[in-house]
């Protein structure tokens, strides 16, 4: 098995989220690379599980899941309100709190 | 290896890097789906078939068609929008991303197997739902509880935060 290439992959993924969410400035695309970042956590869980042979791995990666669409739920609905008072998605655009 | 790994491989990370890099957001969605959908596959040859279709159903089916309908609703398919007020921070990206990467890879480069593959593969079962059924709601209960507390949680709040402020009662 190739348990390495997967992790490394997991790894390259893992990064290339990381460089969205630092390099994006819409709110939907960075949640968009948070989704990347958790999918390759998960990929790395299954690996380990894989490797171990164990479905506690297993488990864990479907709680990463429903956490996934929980904060997608939340983060999205945000996304809208704020949309509605400021005509804006983008980050720097609610740098203060004042409605 | 087979040649399995290296396209899904291949695919993945093309996929990612269109879904971080797209200058549109519509285009980004969709790469993100596309990697959703190959992951899925690669969890079924890692023996994981229950979470492989649960990323397909739940993350390419439920999550990117939120996303979607988010950004056709918004009509907000452009990534780059005004003035940047924090220009070292997309300067610094590719490095610390490239530093992340090369932490974990160094983490897992000498990874060595604990079990050799025949044994690990018969201890999941396939990981189907029956086989993992009974870890979720024996030793993960707890877990499993809290968590769909908060998925309900999470649904109530979202329909709470885009309900129009002020509206009358029905």
Same mark, same amino acid.
């Given at each position: 098995m190739t348990y390495v290439y997967y992790l490394l992959l997991s790894a390259l993924l893992f990064a290339l989220g990381a460089y969205g969410a630092m390099r994006r400035r819409s709110v939907l695309l960075l949640l968009m690379s948070v989704e990347l970042m958790l999918n390759a956590a998960n990929l790395g869980l299954i690996t380990f599980a894989r490797a171990w042979g164990s479905l506690a791995a297993q488990g864990a990666a479907l709680l990463v899941v429903a956490l996934a669409a929980a904060e997608v739920a939340v983060g999205l609905a945000l996304v809208v309100a704020v949309f509605r008072v400021r005509e804006s998605t983008t980050v720097d655009d609610l740098s203060e709190l004042k409605g | $290896?087979?040649?399995?790994?290296?396209?899904?491989?291949?695919?993945?990370?093309?996929?990612?890097?269109?879904?971080?890099?797209?200058?549109?957001?519509?285009?980004?969605?969709?790469?993100?789906?596309?990697?959703?959908?190959?992951?899925?596959?690669?969890? $079924?040859?890692?023996?994981?078939?229950?979470?492989?279709?649960?990323?397909?159903?739940?993350?390419?089916?439920?999550?990117?068609?939120?996303?979607?309908?988010?950004? $056709?609703?918004?009509?907000?398919?452009?990534?780059?929008?005004?003035?940047?007020?924090?220009?070292?921070?997309?300067?610094?990206?590719?490095?610390?991303?490239?530093?992340?990467?090369?932490?974990?890879?160094?983490?897992?480069?000498?990874?060595?197997?604990?079990?050799?593959?025949?044994?690990?593969?018969?201890?999941?079962?396939?990981?189907?739902?029956?086989?993992?059924?009974?870890?979720?709601?024996?030793?993960?209960?707890?877990?499993?509880?809290?968590?769909?507390?908060?998925?309900?949680?999470?649904?109530?709040?979202?329909v709470a935060l885009v309900k129009p402020e002020g509206g009358e009662e029905r």
């Open positions: - | $290896m087979n040649l399995f790994d290296l396209v899904a491989g291949v695919v993945l990370l093309l996929t990612g890097f269109l879904a971080v890099q797209s200058k549109n957001a519509v285009h980004a969605a969709l790469a993100l789906a596309a990697n959703f959908i190959v992951m899925g596959t690669v969890f $079924m040859r890692l023996e994981a078939r229950f979470l492989g279709w649960i990323e397909i159903i739940v993350y390419a089916g439920a999550i990117m068609v939120l996303f979607i309908f988010v950004i $056709m609703l918004l009509y907000d398919a452009k990534a780059d929008l005004g003035v940047d007020p924090l220009p070292w921070l997309r300067l610094w990206a590719p490095g610390v991303a490239a530093l992340l990467f090369l932490g974990l890879a160094w983490a897992f480069f000498g990874f060595k197997a604990p079990l050799d593959a025949a044994t690990a593969k018969a201890a999941l079962f396939g990981g189907t739902a029956q086989a993992l059924g009974p870890v979720l709601w024996r030793d993960w209960l707890y877990a499993v509880l809290l968590v769909a507390a908060l998925l309900l949680v999470a649904t109530v709040a979202a």
